[in-house]
T-cell receptor, first 110, second 114 residues
Framework: GEDVEQSLFLSVREGDSSVINCTYTDSSSTYLYWYKQEPGAGLQLLTYIFSNMDMKQDQRLTVLLNKKDKHLSLRIADTQTGDSAIYFCAGVTGANNLFFGTGTRLTVIP | DGGITQSPKYLFRKEGQNVTLSCEQNLNHDAMYWYRQDPGQGLRLIYYSQIVNDFQKGDIAEGYSVSREKKESFPLTVTSAQKNPTAFYLC?????????????FGQGTRLTVV
């Protein structure tokens, strides 16, 4: 089965950059995703990257993909208190279902 | 407004009772999913349905059952056979196979066994 690892916690100061990392074992996923979960709520798709890309930038978000090392990262520039949430990386299984990482709880300190 | 709705938001159940969680979507999506979320474990797939009247077991289906009689609805029953049912349950839907589109999530139902 798929195994996706993330650090459980990350704290940053407001205005700094945040980098959330993800390592995975199954490299067959066509897309890789980053989802955001605010407290007591469902998940919201933040961004995604196609597996043949190395980088994707979307306003304050930068996604980096290193397929050789099976490493995905999400950088949030100028982190704000509203960015405090749990962030999940996700890929797609052979059965067309999402598999999720353990989630990283980002805390932004004012 | 289109969306996916889970109800209730909070649910309490006595041990030995079955309970059904509701999930409704008006996005005209073919596929629907149920996930369970526990702290530090991410989301685990319970059941999924790619089309009406068809559903498949996910990674942790034991103690759960589903039905998909209508495109809009995918209720999840947590049976008394589920050994540790206290968790946050998330329902999701997608227009088709996940690899060509995003999944939309409901707001979740927190189930507590008392």
């Amino acid at each position: 089965g798929e195994d996706v690892e993330q650090s459980l916690f990350l704290s940053v100061r407001e205005g700094d950059s945040s980098v959330i990392n993800c390592t995975y074992t199954d490299s067959s996923s066509t897309y890789l995703y980053w989802y955001k979960q605010e407290p007591g709520a469902g998940l919201q798709l933040l961004t995604y990257i196609f597996s043949n890309m190395d980088m994707k930038q979307d306003q304050r978000l930068t996604v980096l993909l290193n397929k050789k090392d099976k490493h995905l990262s999400l950088r949030i520039a100028d982190t704000q208190t509203g960015d405090s949430a749990i962030y999940f990386c996700a890929g797609v299984t052979g059965a067309n279902n999402l598999f999720f990482g353990t989630g990283t709880r980002l805390t932004v300190i004012p | 407004d289109g969306g996916i709705t889970q109800s209730p938001k909070y649910l309490f159940r006595k041990e030995g009772q079955n309970v059904t969680l509701s999930c409704e979507q008006n996005l005209n999506h073919d596929a629907m999913y149920w996930y369970r979320q526990d702290p530090g474990q991410g989301l685990r797939l319970i059941y999924y349905s790619q089309i009406v009247n068809d559903f498949q077991k996910g990674d942790i289906a034991e103690g759960y059952s589903v039905s998909r009689e209508k495109k809009e609805s995918f209720p999840l029953t947590v049976t008394s056979a589920q050994k540790n049912p206290t968790a946050f349950y998330l329902c999701a839907s997608s227009i088709g196979p996940i690899n060509i589109g995003e999944a939309f999530f409901g707001q979740g139902t927190r189930l507590t066994v008392v």
